[in-house]
Protein backbone atom coordinates (compact mmCIF):
# COMPACT_ATOMS: atom_id res chain seq x y z
CA UNK A 1 0.00 0.00 0.00
CA UNK A 2 1.51 2.97 -1.04
CA UNK A 3 2.00 6.26 1.00
CA UNK A 4 -1.13 8.24 -0.26
CA UNK A 5 -3.31 5.15 0.21
CA UNK A 6 -2.03 4.41 3.75
CA UNK A 7 -3.15 8.40 4.52
CA UNK A 8 -6.25 8.05 2.96
CA UNK A 9 -6.98 5.09 5.17
CA UNK A 10 -6.06 6.78 8.20
CA UNK A 11 -7.94 9.51 7.56
CA UNK A 12 -10.74 6.98 7.28
CA UNK A 13 -10.13 5.51 10.69
CA UNK A 14 -10.32 8.59 12.45
CA UNK A 15 -13.49 10.13 10.99
CA UNK A 16 -15.07 6.43 11.83
CA UNK A 17 -13.78 6.95 15.08
CA UNK A 18 -15.12 10.15 15.73
CA UNK A 19 -18.65 9.20 14.57
CA UNK A 20 -18.47 6.02 16.60
CA UNK A 21 -17.67 8.30 19.92
CA UNK A 22 -20.34 10.91 19.01
CA UNK A 23 -23.22 8.59 18.43
CA UNK A 24 -21.92 6.12 21.11
CA UNK A 25 -22.23 9.13 23.59
CA UNK A 26 -25.65 10.39 22.12
CA UNK A 27 -27.17 6.52 22.23
CA UNK A 28 -26.29 6.71 26.12
CA UNK A 29 -28.18 9.88 26.38
CA UNK A 30 -31.56 8.65 28.38
CA UNK A 31 -29.51 6.44 30.51
CA UNK A 32 -27.09 8.81 31.65
CA UNK A 33 -29.75 10.84 32.29
CA UNK A 34 -31.39 8.51 34.19
CA UNK A 35 -28.33 7.74 36.54
CA UNK A 36 -27.82 11.17 37.32
CA UNK A 37 -31.58 11.81 38.05
CA UNK A 38 -31.47 15.49 35.83
CA UNK A 39 -34.36 16.90 34.40
CA UNK A 40 -35.06 17.39 30.57
CA UNK A 41 -34.27 21.49 31.07
CA UNK A 42 -30.79 20.30 32.79
CA UNK A 43 -29.95 17.68 30.34
CA UNK A 44 -30.71 20.28 27.32
CA UNK A 45 -28.25 22.63 29.15
CA UNK A 46 -25.72 20.18 29.95
CA UNK A 47 -25.94 18.70 25.51
CA UNK A 48 -25.79 22.46 24.14
CA UNK A 49 -22.78 22.73 25.85
CA UNK A 50 -20.91 20.72 23.55
CA UNK A 51 -21.36 22.14 20.60
CA UNK A 52 -20.28 26.08 22.17
CA UNK A 53 -17.56 24.70 23.49
CA UNK A 54 -16.55 22.32 20.52
CA UNK A 55 -16.57 25.49 18.47
CA UNK A 56 -14.06 27.04 20.33
CA UNK A 57 -12.26 23.76 20.09
CA UNK A 58 -12.22 24.31 15.90
CA UNK A 59 -10.68 27.63 16.77
CA UNK A 60 -8.18 26.32 18.89
CA UNK A 61 -7.39 23.87 15.99
CA UNK A 62 -7.01 26.78 13.37
CA UNK A 63 -4.67 28.65 15.70
CA UNK A 64 -2.63 25.74 16.12
CA UNK A 65 -2.28 23.34 12.65
CA UNK A 66 0.06 25.54 11.35
CA UNK A 67 2.39 25.78 13.87
CA UNK A 68 1.69 22.03 14.94
CA UNK A 69 0.76 20.41 12.11
CA UNK A 70 -2.74 18.88 11.91
CA UNK A 71 -1.87 15.20 11.65
CA UNK A 72 0.02 15.68 15.06
CA UNK A 73 -3.16 17.52 17.08
CA UNK A 74 -5.24 14.58 15.66
CA UNK A 75 -3.12 11.89 17.08
CA UNK A 76 -3.16 12.97 20.17
CA UNK A 77 -6.82 14.40 20.42
CA UNK A 78 -8.50 11.50 18.79
CA UNK A 79 -7.88 8.98 21.39
CA UNK A 80 -8.63 11.61 24.14
CA UNK A 81 -12.13 11.45 22.45
CA UNK A 82 -13.19 7.97 23.10
CA UNK A 83 -11.51 8.57 26.75
CA UNK A 84 -13.23 11.48 27.77
CA UNK A 85 -16.59 10.54 26.17
CA UNK A 86 -15.96 7.53 28.65
CA UNK A 87 -15.18 9.68 31.99
CA UNK A 88 -18.79 10.96 31.48
CA UNK A 89 -19.95 7.59 33.28
CA UNK A 90 -18.09 8.18 36.12
CA UNK A 91 -19.53 12.12 37.08
CA UNK A 92 -21.41 11.72 40.20
CA UNK A 93 -23.84 14.60 39.52
CA UNK A 94 -24.84 17.19 37.19
CA UNK A 95 -22.61 19.77 38.55
CA UNK A 96 -19.45 17.47 37.33
CA UNK A 97 -20.53 16.55 34.33
CA UNK A 98 -20.54 20.05 32.99
CA UNK A 99 -17.13 20.51 33.02
CA UNK A 100 -16.89 16.78 31.88
CA UNK A 101 -19.14 17.20 28.74
CA UNK A 102 -16.76 20.85 28.33
CA UNK A 103 -13.35 18.54 28.06
CA UNK A 104 -15.44 15.99 25.39
CA UNK A 105 -16.65 19.22 22.95
CA UNK A 106 -13.62 20.94 22.88
CA UNK A 107 -11.95 17.66 22.34
CA UNK A 108 -14.59 16.88 19.54
CA UNK A 109 -14.07 20.76 17.98
CA UNK A 110 -10.57 19.92 17.83
CA UNK A 111 -10.52 16.14 16.10
CA UNK A 112 -13.59 17.65 13.65
CA UNK A 113 -11.41 20.09 12.60
CA UNK A 114 -8.01 18.50 11.78
CA UNK A 115 -9.33 14.81 10.40
CA UNK A 116 -11.06 17.27 7.74
CA UNK A 117 -7.90 19.50 7.12
CA UNK A 118 -6.33 15.82 6.87
CA UNK A 119 -9.31 14.86 4.48
CA UNK A 120 -8.44 18.06 2.30
CA UNK A 121 -5.27 17.52 2.18
CA UNK A 122 -5.70 13.50 0.86
CA UNK A 123 -7.86 14.67 -1.10
CA UNK A 124 -5.34 17.32 -2.50
CA UNK A 125 -2.96 14.52 -3.37
CA UNK A 126 -5.49 11.96 -5.41
CA UNK A 127 -6.41 15.15 -7.55
CA UNK A 128 -10.20 14.11 -7.37
CA UNK A 129 -13.39 14.43 -5.11
CA UNK A 130 -12.40 12.26 -1.71
CA UNK A 131 -14.22 14.26 1.39
CA UNK A 132 -17.56 12.62 0.58
CA UNK A 133 -15.83 9.11 1.46
CA UNK A 134 -14.30 10.45 4.16
CA UNK A 135 -17.57 11.54 5.78
CA UNK A 136 -18.89 8.38 4.98
CA UNK A 137 -16.99 7.01 7.37
CA UNK A 138 -18.23 8.90 9.98
CA UNK A 139 -21.82 8.06 9.11
CA UNK A 140 -20.61 4.13 9.26
CA UNK A 141 -18.99 5.21 12.24
CA UNK A 142 -21.88 6.77 13.76
CA UNK A 143 -24.28 4.14 12.87
CA UNK A 144 -22.31 1.34 14.48
CA UNK A 145 -21.82 3.73 17.75
CA UNK A 146 -25.96 3.54 18.28
CA UNK A 147 -25.30 0.12 17.55
CA UNK A 148 -23.16 -0.42 20.13
CA UNK A 149 -25.65 0.82 22.79
CA UNK A 150 -28.31 -1.23 21.62
CA UNK A 151 -25.92 -4.23 21.98
CA UNK A 152 -24.92 -2.81 25.59
CA UNK A 153 -28.37 -2.60 26.86
CA UNK A 154 -29.35 -6.48 25.66
CA UNK A 155 -26.71 -7.34 27.15
CA UNK A 156 -27.27 -5.36 30.46
CA UNK A 157 -24.32 -3.79 30.61
CA UNK A 158 -24.06 -0.57 32.51
CA UNK A 159 -23.50 2.95 31.04
CA UNK A 160 -19.41 2.20 31.82
CA UNK A 161 -19.86 -0.41 30.29
CA UNK A 162 -21.36 0.66 27.23
CA UNK A 163 -18.96 3.75 26.68
CA UNK A 164 -15.76 1.54 27.51
CA UNK A 165 -17.19 -0.56 24.58
CA UNK A 166 -16.76 2.00 22.26
CA UNK A 167 -13.99 4.07 23.96
CA UNK A 168 -11.32 0.88 23.41
CA UNK A 169 -12.59 0.40 19.85
CA UNK A 170 -12.20 4.01 19.64
CA UNK A 171 -8.31 3.95 20.92
CA UNK A 172 -7.43 0.90 19.93
CA UNK A 173 -7.94 2.51 15.86
CA UNK A 174 -7.23 5.36 16.44
CA UNK A 175 -3.60 4.68 17.78
CA UNK A 176 -3.53 2.06 14.94
CA UNK A 177 -3.88 4.75 12.29
CA UNK A 178 -2.74 7.61 13.23
CA UNK A 179 1.35 6.31 12.13
CA UNK A 180 -0.03 7.01 8.70
CA UNK A 181 -1.39 10.15 8.99
CA UNK A 182 -0.16 12.87 6.54
CA UNK A 183 2.40 14.98 8.70
CA UNK A 184 3.10 17.04 5.21
CA UNK A 185 -0.11 18.33 5.14
CA UNK A 186 0.07 21.49 6.68
CA UNK A 187 2.49 22.50 9.84
CA UNK A 188 5.81 24.01 9.83
CA UNK A 189 8.38 21.57 7.93
CA UNK A 190 12.24 21.90 8.39
CA UNK A 191 14.46 23.70 5.87
CA UNK A 192 18.59 24.62 6.69
CA UNK A 193 17.36 27.52 8.74
CA UNK A 194 14.67 26.18 10.81
CA UNK A 195 11.09 24.95 10.62
CA UNK A 196 9.06 27.35 8.47
CA UNK A 197 5.84 27.26 6.83
CA UNK A 198 4.68 25.02 3.66
CA UNK A 199 3.09 27.43 2.46
CA UNK A 200 3.36 31.39 3.34
CA UNK A 201 0.93 32.63 5.59
CA UNK A 202 -1.46 34.74 3.40
CA UNK A 203 -4.80 35.94 4.72
CA UNK A 204 -7.54 33.64 4.55
CA UNK A 205 -10.51 35.27 2.47
CA UNK A 206 -13.60 35.89 4.74
CA UNK A 207 -16.49 35.95 2.04
CA UNK A 208 -16.58 32.46 0.65
CA UNK A 209 -16.02 31.49 4.26
CA UNK A 210 -18.88 32.86 5.14
CA UNK A 211 -20.63 31.67 1.95
CA UNK A 212 -20.21 27.84 1.90
CA UNK A 213 -20.02 28.21 5.95
CA UNK A 214 -23.81 29.67 6.26
CA UNK A 215 -24.82 26.17 3.81
CA UNK A 216 -22.98 24.02 6.50
CA UNK A 217 -25.41 25.41 9.47
CA UNK A 218 -28.32 25.31 6.90
CA UNK A 219 -27.78 21.48 6.80
CA UNK A 220 -26.83 20.85 10.14
CA UNK A 221 -30.00 23.41 11.60
CA UNK A 222 -32.09 20.76 9.22
CA UNK A 223 -29.81 17.06 10.73
CA UNK A 224 -30.62 18.69 14.02
CA UNK A 225 -34.18 19.06 13.37
CA UNK A 226 -34.24 15.12 12.22
CA UNK A 227 -31.68 13.90 15.33
CA UNK A 228 -33.74 15.58 17.80
CA UNK A 229 -37.51 15.34 16.53
CA UNK A 230 -38.06 12.81 13.38
CA UNK A 231 -38.91 9.70 15.59
CA UNK A 232 -41.15 12.18 18.32
CA UNK A 233 -42.68 13.39 14.59
CA UNK A 234 -43.78 10.39 12.93
CA UNK A 235 -45.07 8.59 16.97
CA UNK A 236 -47.10 11.76 17.84
CA UNK A 237 -48.14 13.42 14.83
CA UNK A 238 -48.47 10.57 12.84
CA UNK A 239 -49.77 7.99 15.85
CA UNK A 240 -47.12 5.94 14.11
CA UNK A 241 -46.56 2.55 16.22
CA UNK A 242 -43.85 2.94 18.62
CA UNK A 243 -41.78 -0.26 16.39
CA UNK A 244 -42.38 2.18 13.12
CA UNK A 245 -41.37 5.45 14.73
CA UNK A 246 -37.70 5.05 14.96
CA UNK A 247 -37.34 4.52 11.18
CA UNK A 248 -37.65 8.29 10.56
CA UNK A 249 -34.03 8.80 12.11
CA UNK A 250 -32.83 5.46 10.27
CA UNK A 251 -34.01 6.42 6.99
CA UNK A 252 -32.17 9.70 7.16
CA UNK A 253 -29.30 7.99 8.23
CA UNK A 254 -28.86 4.95 6.20
CA UNK A 255 -29.54 7.49 2.96
CA UNK A 256 -27.37 10.16 4.34
CA UNK A 257 -24.33 7.13 4.35
CA UNK A 258 -25.68 5.94 0.74
CA UNK A 259 -25.21 9.49 -0.71
CA UNK A 260 -22.25 10.05 0.72
CA UNK A 261 -20.14 7.12 -0.22
CA UNK A 262 -22.15 7.77 -4.12
CA UNK A 263 -21.34 11.32 -4.18
CA UNK A 264 -17.29 11.62 -5.25
CA UNK A 265 -17.94 10.21 -8.51
CA UNK A 266 -20.63 12.91 -8.89
CA UNK A 267 -18.65 15.49 -8.11
CA UNK A 268 -16.02 14.23 -10.56
CA UNK A 269 -18.46 13.80 -13.10
CA UNK A 270 -20.61 17.36 -13.05
CA UNK A 271 -18.94 19.31 -10.88
CA UNK A 272 -19.61 20.72 -7.02
CA UNK A 273 -22.22 23.39 -8.16
CA UNK A 274 -24.24 21.04 -9.88
CA UNK A 275 -24.09 18.33 -7.03
CA UNK A 276 -25.24 21.41 -4.47
CA UNK A 277 -28.09 22.53 -6.73
CA UNK A 278 -29.24 18.70 -6.81
CA UNK A 279 -28.54 17.63 -3.10
CA UNK A 280 -29.81 21.14 -1.79
CA UNK A 281 -33.18 20.77 -3.64
CA UNK A 282 -33.70 16.49 -3.09
CA UNK A 283 -33.06 17.95 0.70
CA UNK A 284 -35.17 20.66 0.86
CA UNK A 285 -38.19 18.36 -0.91
CA UNK A 286 -37.43 16.04 1.42
CA UNK A 287 -37.91 17.92 4.71
CA UNK A 288 -40.98 19.75 2.84
CA UNK A 289 -42.59 16.13 2.63
CA UNK A 290 -42.05 15.41 6.27
CA UNK A 291 -43.57 18.52 6.98
CA UNK A 292 -47.53 17.56 4.73
CA UNK A 293 -47.07 13.78 4.92
CA UNK A 294 -50.29 12.16 5.89
CA UNK A 295 -48.76 8.59 7.08
CA UNK A 296 -45.27 7.30 8.70
CA UNK A 297 -44.77 5.99 5.30
CA UNK A 298 -44.35 9.24 3.43
CA UNK A 299 -42.55 10.80 6.20
CA UNK A 300 -40.23 8.52 6.10
CA UNK A 301 -39.45 8.97 2.76
CA UNK A 302 -39.51 12.12 3.37
CA UNK A 303 -36.51 11.89 6.15
CA UNK A 304 -34.92 9.55 3.80
CA UNK A 305 -35.05 12.16 0.81
CA UNK A 306 -33.40 14.77 3.00
CA UNK A 307 -30.56 12.75 4.38
CA UNK A 308 -30.14 11.91 0.90
CA UNK A 309 -29.76 15.37 -0.69
CA UNK A 310 -27.93 17.25 2.02
CA UNK A 311 -25.37 14.36 2.62
CA UNK A 312 -23.19 16.03 -0.22
CA UNK A 313 -23.00 19.66 1.21
CA UNK A 314 -20.65 19.48 4.32
CA UNK A 315 -17.77 17.44 2.44
CA UNK A 316 -17.79 19.98 -0.54
CA UNK A 317 -17.73 22.82 2.03
CA UNK A 318 -14.75 21.34 3.77
CA UNK A 319 -13.50 21.21 -0.21
CA UNK A 320 -14.01 24.68 -0.97
CA UNK A 321 -12.03 25.52 2.72
CA UNK A 322 -9.22 23.28 1.63
CA UNK A 323 -8.42 25.26 -1.60
CA UNK A 324 -8.79 28.49 0.07
CA UNK A 325 -5.42 27.88 2.23
CA UNK A 326 -3.14 24.73 3.10
CA UNK A 327 -2.68 25.45 6.21
CA UNK A 328 -6.06 24.65 7.73
CA UNK A 329 -7.23 27.91 9.31
CA UNK A 330 -10.17 28.08 6.70
CA UNK A 331 -10.77 24.45 7.42
CA UNK A 332 -10.76 25.27 10.87
CA UNK A 333 -13.67 28.57 10.24
CA UNK A 334 -16.09 26.52 8.48
CA UNK A 335 -16.02 23.55 10.84
CA UNK A 336 -17.82 26.62 13.46
CA UNK A 337 -20.60 26.85 11.43
CA UNK A 338 -21.35 23.09 12.06
CA UNK A 339 -21.47 24.31 16.04
CA UNK A 340 -24.03 27.17 15.08
CA UNK A 341 -26.33 25.10 12.95
CA UNK A 342 -26.81 23.27 15.73
CA UNK A 343 -27.34 25.12 18.10
CA UNK A 344 -29.59 27.57 16.48
CA UNK A 345 -31.44 23.85 15.20
CA UNK A 346 -31.83 23.13 18.81
CA UNK A 347 -33.33 26.67 19.47
CA UNK A 348 -35.31 27.05 16.02
CA UNK A 349 -37.02 23.70 15.74
CA UNK A 350 -37.59 23.36 19.15
CA UNK A 351 -39.04 27.07 19.62
CA UNK A 352 -41.20 26.53 16.65
CA UNK A 353 -42.40 23.55 17.91
CA UNK A 354 -43.42 25.00 20.94
CA UNK A 355 -45.51 27.77 19.59
CA UNK A 356 -47.26 26.16 16.75
CA UNK A 357 -46.27 22.04 16.10
CA UNK A 358 -43.87 19.53 14.12
CA UNK A 359 -45.39 20.27 11.19
CA UNK A 360 -44.37 24.13 10.92
CA UNK A 361 -40.84 22.93 12.97
CA UNK A 362 -40.00 21.13 9.54
CA UNK A 363 -41.39 23.50 7.11
CA UNK A 364 -38.90 25.84 8.86
CA UNK A 365 -35.58 23.96 7.57
CA UNK A 366 -37.22 23.05 4.32
CA UNK A 367 -37.47 26.39 3.00
CA UNK A 368 -34.53 27.50 4.66
CA UNK A 369 -32.72 24.49 2.74
CA UNK A 370 -33.43 26.27 -0.71
CA UNK A 371 -30.92 28.78 0.64
CA UNK A 372 -28.42 25.88 0.00
CA UNK A 373 -29.72 26.12 -3.62
CA UNK A 374 -28.80 29.88 -3.58
CA UNK A 375 -25.13 29.13 -2.34
CA UNK A 376 -23.95 26.54 -4.82
CA UNK A 377 -21.94 29.04 -6.66
CA UNK A 378 -20.03 29.52 -3.67
CA UNK A 379 -18.95 26.38 -4.15
CA UNK A 380 -17.51 26.08 -7.80
CA UNK A 381 -14.62 28.49 -7.91
CA UNK A 382 -12.61 27.26 -5.34
CA UNK A 383 -13.06 23.76 -5.20
CA UNK A 384 -12.64 24.05 -9.08
CA UNK A 385 -9.13 25.88 -8.49
CA UNK A 386 -8.44 22.64 -5.83
CA UNK A 387 -8.94 20.63 -8.95
CA UNK A 388 -6.89 22.36 -11.52
CA UNK A 389 -4.00 23.70 -9.62
CA UNK A 390 -2.90 22.00 -6.20
CA UNK A 391 -2.02 18.74 -7.67
CA UNK A 392 0.40 20.15 -9.87
CA UNK A 393 1.39 21.68 -6.39
CA UNK A 394 0.67 25.22 -7.68
CA UNK A 395 -1.60 27.36 -4.71
CA UNK A 396 -5.04 27.98 -5.33
CA UNK A 397 -5.77 31.05 -6.69
Not at 47 to 61: M, R, Y
Not at 209 to 230: F, K, M, N, P, Q
Not at 327 to 341: D, H, K, S
Not at 357 to 366: G, K, S, Y
Amino acid sequence: MGTERRARAAAGAFFFVQGLCFAGLLAQVPTLQRGLGISDAELTLVLLVVPVVAGAGSVLAGHLAPRTGSAWLLRVAGPLVAVAVLTTAFAPSALVLYPVVAVVGLLLGVVDATMNMQGVAVQRRYGRSLLNSFHGCWSVGGILGALAAVLAHGLGWSLAGGLALVAVVGVAVDLAAAPFLDARADGPTSSPAGPVPVVAAVPVPWRPVLLVGTAVAIVYLADSAVSSWSTKYVADVLAAADAVAPLGLAAYLGCQLVGRLAADTVVDRVGPRRTVVVGGTVGAAGLLLVAVAPTPSVAVLGFGATGLGLSVVVPLAFSVAGALDRTGVAVARVNVFNYVGFVLGAAVVGGVAELADLRWAFAVPAVLALGVVALAPAFRPATSDAHRGEVAGTPPR
